[in-house]
């Protein structure tokens, strides 16, 4: 059990349009949802954190009128990408925990290109 | 103090030996400390985790190393395969924390792990 899904694993756009990425918990309610980012060969760093139903929050330096996050019910957080620049282009992994346990289950990612 | 510091950044070993990486931290509150694999374009998966009530917990030939009062933690992989070629990241997090940063994992910088057959 514990299986989080992406959608799309990987996406190409252009500079100006909005990508939306969604993350599903396939088998458990997700109280809590994490988005990250990563750069090739570095670390994860967080961008924000999304409880159900309420407002996500965000990480120091992540602006949240460009990455919009939604978090509409215990299965399903979104990511909203607008206006992307080739900057934005990185790799993004949700993950998900589960009724307060500490356990973060991650997704496979969305590779984001922004041409 | 946030910071969990890892080591080394990359690691070559031979088939059959054992890989051992090293983490170490400075947030006397965390109390949580897992450790993920990523292979290449994949999301991490959790390995093994370890709560700081305990000096060491082992899954197959996988083994946490914890010593609370030098604030450091370890993975060891024992007979190491190719197939482990992957990389590895340590994470802690604060349980208790409410808030804001609640579940939140700070993670390690990761290790590249190059396993020769």
């Known amino acids: 059990g514990a299986v989080v899904s992406q959608h799309p694993s990987w996406v190409i756009c252009k500079s100006g349009t909005s990508v939306k990425i969604e993350c599903r918990s396939l088998?458990?309610?997700?109280?809590?949802m994490f988005w990250y980012r990563q750069f090739p060969k570095q670390s994860l760093m967080l961008m924000a954190t999304s409880n159900e139903g309420s407002k996500a929050t965000y990480e120091q330096g992540v602006e949240k009128d460009k990455f919009l996050i939604n978090h509409a019910s215990l299965t399903l957080s979104t990511l909203t990408v607008t206006s992307a620049h080739p900057e934005d282009s990185s790799f993004y992994i949700c993950?998900?925990?589960?009724?307060?346990?500490?356990?973060?289950?991650f997704g496979p990612g969305t590779r984001l290109l922004v041409l | 103090q946030q910071q969990v510091k890892q080591s080394p950044q990359s690691l070559i070993v031979q088939k059959g030996g054992i890989s051992i990486i090293n983490c170490a931290y400075e947030?006397?509150?965390?109390?949580?400390f897992p450790w993920y694999q990523q292979f290449p374009g994949k999301g991490p998966a959790l390995l093994i985790a370890i709560r700081p009530d305990v000096s060491e917990k082992k899954e197959g030939r996988f083994t946490i190393s914890f010593n609370k009062s030098a604030k450091q933690f370890s993975l060891h992989i024992m007979d190491s395969q190719p197939g482990d070629s992957a990389t590895y990241f340590c994470?802690?997090?604060?349980?208790?924390?409410?808030?804001?940063?609640?579940?939140?994992?700070?993670f390690g910088q990761g290790t590249i792990l190059t396993v020769h057959p």
């Open positions: 993950s998900a925990t589960r009724g307060g346990r500490e356990t973060q289950y």
């Open positions: 994470a802690a997090s604060n349980t208790q924390a409410g808030g804001t940063s609640y579940g939140k994992l700070t």
């Open positions: 947030n006397t509150a965390f109390d949580y």
């Open positions: 088998d458990f309610q997700a109280t809590t």
